[in-house]
C-alpha cells in the first residue's frame, strides 16, 4: 500500500507513536522519517520543533490532538470519535491527562532517567527518580479509578483516548519501578493486555522499548 502519512519525528517518541496507532486504525499507510525533536530538521516541519509534524493529503499538520483527529475523522469515518457529547469530551479529557500529565512526570523522571540516562552512559538521577514515584503512582492510580469504572477511557468503546495513553503506560513499564505499579493495578493491567492484542498496536511496536527517546 503506498504511504499516504509521513510523520516527522524520532522513530522511538511517544508522540510519534499515537499517530502512528490512530494510523493504523484507520488503515492509512504510514512512514517515519527520523528527525529529531528540537533539531535543525525539525524546524522545517514543525514551528516549535516538537515531535511529531505530519503530512497527509497533500494538507501539513503538528499537534498530536489535530493529526488524529483530522486523520480519523478523513481516512476512518470518525470511528475513534465517540458520538455523544459527553463520549467525545471524555476522549479529550482523558487524552490531555495522558499528554499533559501522565506523559510530563513519566517521560521526565522515570523514562529518561531510568531507561535512557544508563544506554548513553550517564547514571540514573536516584533523587529525580525516588521523588516522582509518589506522584506517578497517583497519576496511575487515577487511570486505575476510570479503568474499573469503563472498559476503555472514553467509555464503552476504544477512542482517540486510548491511543494517546497507551504509549505513555507502554513507556512506562519500560522502566522496572513502572512496571511494577501497573502490574499492581488490575484494571489498567487488563486495559493494557486488551489493547496489546490490537493489530495497530502491534503494528506500530517500538523496534525496542529500550531506546525510548
Ligand atoms: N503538544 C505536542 C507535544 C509533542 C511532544 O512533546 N513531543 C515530544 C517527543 S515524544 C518532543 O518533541 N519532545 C521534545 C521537547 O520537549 O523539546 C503534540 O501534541 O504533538
Given amino acids: 500500500m503506498p504511504v499516504q502519512l509521513t510523520l516527522y519525528g524520532p522513530t522511538v517518541s511517544t508522540f510519534t507513536r499515537i499517530c502512528a496507532i490512530v494510523a493504523a486504525e484507520a488503515g492509512v499507510a504510514w512512514e517515519i522519517i527520523p528527525t529529531g525533536s528540537g533539531s535543525k530538521e525539525m524546524a522545517e516541519h514543525?514551528?516549535?520543533?516538537?515531535?511529531p509534524a505530519a503530512y497527509i493529503d497533500d494538507l501539513h499538520f503538528y499537534e498530536t490532538p489535530a493529526i488524529c483527529s483530522y486523520l480519523d475523522r478523513?481516512?476512518?469515518?470518525?470511528?475513534?470519535?465517540?458520538?455523544?457529547?459527553?463520549?467525545?469530551?471524555?476522549?479529550?479529557?482523558?487524552?490531555?491527562?495522558?499528554?499533559?500529565?501522565v506523559f510530563p512526570i513519566t517521560e521526565e523522571r522515570l523514562v529518561l532517567p531510568r531507561v535512557v540516562a544508563p544506554l548513553m552512559g550517564r547514571a540514573p538521577?536516584?533523587?529525580l527518580i525516588?521523588?516522582?514515584?509518589?506522584?506517578?503512582r497517583y497519576h496511575l492510580g487515577v487511570v486505575e479509578t476510570r479503568l474499573q469504572d469503563a472498559a476503555f477511557l472514553a467509555g464503552a468503546d476504544y477512542s482517540l483516548a486510548?491511543?494517546?495513553?497507551?504509549?505513555?503506560?507502554?513507556?512506562?513499564?519500560?522502566?522496572?519501578?513502572?512496571?511494577?505499579?501497573?502490574?499492581?493495578l488490575p484494571a489498567l493491567k487488563a486495559w493494557l493486555e486488551?489493547?496489546?492484542?490490537?493489530?495497530?498496536?502491534?503494528?506500530?511496536?517500538?523496534?525496542?522499548?529500550?531506546?525510548?527517546v
Avoid at 130 to 136: E, R
Avoid at 166 to 172: D, G, S
Avoid at 194 to 210: F, H
Wanted: hydrophobic content about 45%; aromatic content about 8%.
Fill in 46 to 51: 514543525h514551528p516549535f520543533m516538537r515531535s
Fill in 74 to 101: 478523513a481516512h476512518n469515518g470518525g470511528a475513534l470519535h465517540p458520538v455523544s457529547p459527553e463520549g467525545q469530551a471524555r476522549m479529550w479529557q482523558w487524552a490531555n491527562v495522558a499528554a499533559h500529565y
Fill in 125 to 127: 538521577d536516584e533523587k
Fill in 130 to 136: 525516588a521523588d516522582a514515584l509518589p506522584v506517578i
Fill in 162 to 184: 486510548d491511543s494517546f495513553m497507551y504509549p505513555v503506560i507502554e513507556a512506562t513499564c519500560a522502566a522496572p519501578e513502572g512496571a511494577a505499579m501497573v502490574a499492581d
Fill in 194 to 212: 486488551a489493547l496489546r492484542q490490537r493489530p495497530a498496536i502491534r503494528e506500530t511496536a517500538w523496534p525496542d522499548t529500550s531506546q525510548m
